[in-house]
């Protein structure tokens, strides 16, 4: 299993090289584990961890959790320091930093005291590295590409669960614990999911409430499991019975949408575009008005350490695709036909387009 990730390891020296830091600090708390994950691939437990690589290529670490020590020091090769403090362990982390310049990947994260710490350890303010730490992220390696297809095929299998457990008289509680249950059973580390349930009433995605599904309803879901770190999503709609004209008409519509995103994604096109062709289908329909923030926040997203990576796949946000990239296009929005609805596959940039990861059949799905 992945540990080290050397690729990485070498593209953060250059980078370092280029902007002249000598020590990067990779720092992952339980909300964003990804920061520090991205260098130690390694599922801590406690409250934080921190790694710390230098511009001569030494790994070396703190984490603020006993159970912790082991992996990470297993994980890195590097010493490791158990500190119930961060701020303890930064100091002792940084006791040889003197006049370095300290880079940080992670710092929006971080808390003042922690920032406080290093800068007192290394006598100036520590430098944001997370812009160009994210922008070497967004292009996979080899090696998390097939973790991502783990875990897009364990999606496929969760929303296959998910079709063959959901009835009516089922709340939205019983349903999400079934499918957690199950993709958890089958490897999931964590699994990120949203679902509603209901009619035209229903304008987003939350987390499960004691809603009881009913018959007629429209369940949507985001199913987004992790295996080893890495993240893949499906979004898909199912409804309990047979479905309406309303709600075949919405849900024709949200297919064509997602279709010309992914027609259209490959290298060299700028994600706004891939934003405006999934509008375009709804403006083409006589629905623009639900294009906007009002009704929907993107229209996807990038995928890997974390499950709602930049940039986001909107028509004000311009940023050119590259191979190698993993992208959820998804249509997500309110429409007054049938309420939210939701679809989208995960996509794997290739050098003359993109492959789905995702294996579920493109349907309106029943129970």
């Given amino acids: 299993m992945l540990k080290l990730n050397p690729t990485r390891k070498q593209e953060f020296l250059e980078l370092m090289a280029q902007r002249g830091w000598d020590m990067l600090l990779f720092y992952g708390d339980t909300w964003r584990k990804d920061h520090f994950r991205c260098l130690v691939s390694v599922c801590f437990s406690g409250p934080q961890a921190v790694a710390l690589l230098t511009k001569e290529g030494e790994v070396r670490a703190v984490v603020t959790h006993p159970w912790d020590v082991e992996p990470v020091r297993a994980g890195t090769g590097g010493s490791v320091t158990y500190a119930p403090r961060l701020v303890e362990g930064l100091k002792h982390l940084l006791h040889d930093a003197g006049t370095a310049v300290v880079a940080i990947n992670g710092l ?16 100036a303010a520590p430098i944001s590295a997370t812009a160009a730490v994210e922008e070497i992220r967004r292009v996979k390696t080899q090696e998390e590409i097939e973790w991502i297809r783990k875990a897009a095929l364990l999606a496929d299998r969760g929303y296959e669960h998910f079709v063959s457990v959901a009835r009516a008289g089922m709340t939205e509680y019983e349903l999400v614990a079934e499918v957690e249950g199950y993709v958890k059973a089958h490897g999931a580390e964590d699994n990120f999911m949203l679902v509603a349930s209901g009619g035209t009433e229903v304008t987003a995605m939350k987390p499960p409430t004691a809603r009881t599904l009913r018959t007629g309803d429209s369940v949507i879901t985001e199913l987004t499991p992790q295996i080893n770190g890495y993240y893949a999503q499906i979004c ?20 064509e949408a997602q279709q010309a995103a992914q027609d259209l994604l490959r290298p060299g096109v700028d994600i706004s575009d891939v934003a405006r062709v999934q509008n375009d289908v709804f403006r083409k329909h006589g629905y623009g008005e639900y294009t906007g923030s009002k009704y929907t926040r993107v229209r996807g997203h990038n995928l890997g350490l974390y499950p709602d990576e930049l940039p986001h796949v909107l028509e004000s946000t311009h940023y050119t695709c590259k191979k190698d990239m993993v992208i959820i296009c998804h249509p997500n929005t309110y429409l007054p036909l049938s309420g939210y609805m939701v679809f989208g596959d995960t996509l794997l940039v290739t050098e003359t387009g993109c492959v789905s990861l995702s294996q579920t059949e493109k349907r309106l799905f029943q129970a």
Avoid: D, H, N
């Fill in 108 to 123: 929006e994260q971080m808390e003042a005291r922690f920032a406080r710490a290093v800068k007192e350890s290394s006598s």
């Fill in 236 to 255: 898909r709609t199912l409804i309990i019975g047979p479905p309406s004209a309303k709600q075949l008409e919405s849900y024709a519509i949200f297919a």
